[in-house]
């Protein structure tokens, strides 16, 4: 037996002798403190559907649901119908302690909006995100997070914040909750048509968003509808929103990082002493548009034919349209940085070669540049069935069954490289990671002066992730001294990730089109927040007529799965799984302390498909190489155990201990994906089908002083000890080129296992001040590190941010409101660049939002996010950069009717 299971069970067998303890202590005072199970389930009941409104009374409810649940656990409850403190979800949540946020899944840089949420410093999949205590398909609009980088987390992008009711963020794990969240999982509560006081209610927010990066404004639009009959036997609910947007990001990016010099390099062997000295590969003036689209809607409804059962139907559908287009103008040194040595008086520091000139040589090209548009989308949906039976006084059902499936698509991608500024020369000067690079090159950089490099990509890419599960729940609730109740139950899922790339175009004469083509330039004000000394004034190809061109020329080829057809073999993966899980909770209530301990049972089977390249005999092939068929099995069966205890150690003190053991699935495409690589860089990555669940031992203390009415100071330890973790090394392996139409060697990264541990603390503090003020803030510390050695020499976890916090105020009265939030977080590293780790550098956010009541029915509110314009900066070490992302501020102005 492992230290950590030894240790696990000394410290459950221990809690369970402290509870028998308590249990002949209170048994000695007879039943009198044994609480009725119908009371208990009223109370239950009533707090968990009270309506609120207000920031004040969504604060109290919060801290109510946390100060009564006897796990550690927090939430975030609307303010009202359809108004979150945030306007996003993700946004919302980064308030909460423990909590951290990221904009991105994959290697698309800095976004405006947050897309992912992580808990206490680890990375987002190892949180669960749950909809009403259930699995959510999901997907993602950008195409590496479609195949090469799928994780087990949810894009909260496809989750409007108007269908929330209230979010559950269970930090310490008990028997009867779903498995899969490693650090804890992230319930989203909708609504219920039974739950509303009224037997009519409407509900619309109408209004708009403005970027100012983009310097768009457009519509937002939600609405409900909600009916119930006089005896509350029968409801429906119905929601629907509509919602688009602009954004404009401006950065610098230096997308294949920095390359060494080798001594046998022509620049190594003329200048020994630049042998091993760091040069960029790309520099590049960054400009990427969107429009991001989403619709959909929210059904449910319920049905009570008699007092004890109630039959439930829910559905949701959101659709996220996504285009975008990415021109990327770089100054490309790794292209010549090896053969031509810089002139005289460069310099050299922290083995980086931060300032250099070079002479321009006749027929060489100093830039490359891409323009990259592609249609991209993004949807899900779920549909259950649900009933809640109260077979007796003492025992209730819930029986549920449901299919949920997400889906991202790249249906087509128009993709144009030119090389430029021939014979001109460039030049650079670093700053360290701090401050974007100052390059400069001389020549014609003009369309005229522009080269045909070639073009690739205009492919299919459709992920896939669909899951059917039941599940079997009951309480059967005890008169037995400290025995309150026990939760018991079933539950069986069928999982399956996918990514296939079955068709595409063959490409025309592209350069031909696009000659005459029309083009425009970068705005004027072009990366003007981010600072630094770089080309601004950049032109390119519009982006229907960079489209038009490529539809014009090319030739789609689909149906054709042989030699002469353009299925992707190399991209093709599919992962599933079957969990069938059982569980037992005790749970406990004595005088002033409560608790549970139970165990889950998950028996889980993968089987994985996918393919890798060969030269002979191959099981398949197209005009992306030839391929073998490859399948692997795994078989997992584990027992995970759980104990939560809290103490009332006087009214208004709160002490809480938990210990559990948790587990996580790799990530599908760390076991699935087939290698893949990017041609300019010859770096991609790949899966390993051999991966094992990640194992973590956990352990929560803490404390908490309800000193007053919405007043909370509390404070919370924990720790986790994970058995393979997943890591990423590199090694060569040989992939198919789309510009060379030849195998060649790439160094890809590939997830193996290690050990991890974190531990930390987090910090609350909720103040009313008077009637109508408050203030807010909390503090997480996290400190990680894993068995496993990255390139840079580090042992840092994926995501670990040491320092955390947030700090806001509130004001509300009948007719006015105002918040305001500042967060916060330290560094913390994101994955791989090519072979070498890269990092998301401190960056703060700064938050706010104003109402007015004007009337019962009618209200305004302004929210306004980023208002302090933050870079988002990527860096892969103290003295090389990898990125500056501009998103600009954006300001949304509502009107909220109801009736």
């Not at 899944?105 to 949420?117: K, L, V, Y």
């Not at 330039?521 to 072009?526: C, D, G, M, T, V």
């Not at 306004?864 to 300001?891: D, M, V």
């Amino acid at each position: 037996m492992s230290h950590r299971k030894t240790l696990l069970a000394a410290s459950i067998v221990a809690s369970l002798c402290l509870a028998g303890t308590l249990h002949a202590q209170d048994a000695t005072q007879g039943t009198q403190n044994t609480r009725s199970t119908q009371a208990d389930k009223a109370k239950a009941k009533e707090l968990a559907t009270v309506t609120v409104t207000g920031i004040r009374e969504s604060t109290q409810k919060s801290i109510d649901i946390k100060r009564g649940a006897n796990s550690v656990v927090d939430v975030v409850t609307a303010e009202d119908v359809g108004k979150l403190p945030a306007h996003n979800v993700a946004d919302t949540l980064r308030a909460l302690p423990g909590v951290d946020i990221s904009s991105s899944s994959a290697q698309e840089g800095g976004f405006d909006e947050a897309d992912r949420i992580s808990l206490r410093g680890t990375a987002p999949s190892l949180t669960q995100t749950l909809i009403n205590g259930h699995t959510v398909g999901t997907a993602d609009w950008f195409v590496l997070s479609q195949g090469n980088t799928v994780g087990r987390s949810v894009s909260y992008t496809l989750l409007p914040s108007e269908i929330v009711s209230r979010v559950e963020v269970h930090k310490s794990s008990e028997a009867r909750f779903q498995d899969g969240g490693t650090t804890g999982n992230v319930d989203i509560i909708t609504r219920k048509p039974l739950d509303f006081d009224k037997q009519y209610t409407a509900d619309a927010s109408i209004g708009g968003v403005y970027s100012s990066t983009a310097s768009k404004t457009d519509g937002q639009f939600a609405g409900l509808f909600n009916y119930k009959n006089d005896d509350s036997t029968f409801g429906v609910l119905a929601q629907v929103f509509d919602e688009k947007r602009h954004l404009q990001r401006e950065a610098q990016e230096l997308p294949s990082g920095f390359t060494q010099i080798t001594a046998t390099s022509p620049v190594g062997i003329s200048h020994p002493d630049l042998v091993g000295v760091y040069i960029p590969s790309l520099l590049g003036s960054t400009l990427f548009t969107q429009t991001r689209t989403r619709k959909g809607g929210l059904l449910e409804a319920q049905f009570r034919p008699t007092n004890d059962l109630t039959l439930g139907l829910s559905g949701f559908y959101s659709k996220l349209d996504a285009d975008n287009y990415n021109r990327n103008y770089m100054l490309w040194a790794g292209n010549w940085g090896m053969t031509q040595a810089p002139n005289p008086g460069y310099t050299v520091q922290n083995g980086v070669l931060t300032n250099a000139t070079y002479a321009g040589v006749a027929g060489t090209p100093y830039t490359v540049y891409d323009m990259i548009a592609r249609k991209s989308q993004a949807k899900t949906y779920y549909y259950t069935a649900d009933a809640d039976w109260n077979v007796s006084d003492n025992l209730t059902a819930t029986f549920q069954a449901g299919t949920t499936k997400g889906t991202g698509t790249t249906p087509k991608q128009y993709i144009a490289e030119v090389t430029d500024n021939y014979g001109g020369g460039a030049s650079w000067q670093t700053h360290g990671a701090g401050s974007p690079v100052d390059w400069s090159v001389g020549g014609d950089g003009s369309l005229a002066g522009a080269q045909w490099s070639g073009t690739w990509g205009d492919q299919l890419v459709r992920a896939t992730d669909k899951e059917n599960w039941f599940s079997a729940d009951f309480t059967q609730y005890m008169n037995a001294g400290v025995l309150e109740s026990f939760n018991y139950g079933v539950r069986y899922a069928k999982h399956d990730r996918a990514t296939v790339s079955p068709e595409g175009a063959t490409p025309g004469n592209l350069w031909g089109a696009l000659q005459g083509a029309a083009t425009s330039s970068y705005p004027s004000n072009f990366a003007q927040g981010i600072g630094g000394v770089f080309p601004r004034n950049i032109w390119f190809f519009t982006q229907s007529a960079l489209a038009n061109a490529v539809d014009s020329t090319a030739t789609w080829l689909a149906g054709n799965d042989g030699p002469t057809g353009r299925h992707n073999y190399g991209a093709d993966w599919t992962v599933s799984e079957k969990n069938a899980a059982a569980y037992f909770q005790a749970n406990f209530q004595g005088d002033n302390w409560s608790g549970n301990a139970g165990v889950r049972y998950v028996n889980i089977s993968q089987g994985i498909d996918t393919y890798a390249a060969t030269t002979v005999n191959p099981d398949v092939s197209s005009l992306f190489g030839m391929w073998n068929r490859e399948h692997y099995s795994n078989h997992y069966g584990r027992f995970l155990p759980s104990f939560n205890l809290k103490f009332n150690m006087t009214q208004d003190l709160v002490a809480r201990f938990a210990v559990s053991q948790t587990q996580t699935l790799p990530d599908y495409s760390a076991l699935g994906a087939s290698s893949w690589g990017s041609d300019l860089s010859k770096t991609g990555g790949g899966g390993n089908p051999h991966l094992k669940p990640v194992l973590s031992t956990n352990f929560d203390a803490g404390l908490e002083w309800y000193f007053m009415p919405r007043g909370l100071l509390a404070a919370t330890a924990f720790s986790m000890n994970m058995k393979d973790y997943v890591a990423y090394g590199t090694t060569n392996r040989q992939l198919f080129s789309e510009l060379s139409h030849q195998l060649e060697t790439y160094n890809v990264a590939i997830p193996l296992n290690a050990d991890a541990r974190l531990s930390g603390l987090e910090l609350t503090y909720n103040q009313p001040i008077g009637k109508y003020l408050g203030v807010n803030a909390n503090y997480t510390y996290a400190d990680g590190s894993s068995s496993f050695t990255w390139a840079d020499g580090s042992n840092n976890l994926l995501g670990t941010s040491k320092n955390t916090y947030n700090v806001g105020a509130y004001f509300e009265n009948d007719m006015f409101n105002a918040r305001i939030g500042y967060s916060w977080r330290s560094s913390f590293l994101i994955g791989l660049q090519g072979a070498v780790p890269y990092y998301q550098a401190a960056s703060g956010t700064l938050n706010a939002s104003v109402g007015y009541k004007a009337t019962d029915w009618l209200s305004f509110s302004l929210d306004a996010l980023n208002l302090n314009n933050p870079t988002t900066k990527y860096y892969q070490s103290a003295y090389i950069p990898t990125a500056f992302y501009e998103n600009g501020r954006q300001y949304y102005f509502t009107a909220h009717l109801k009736f």
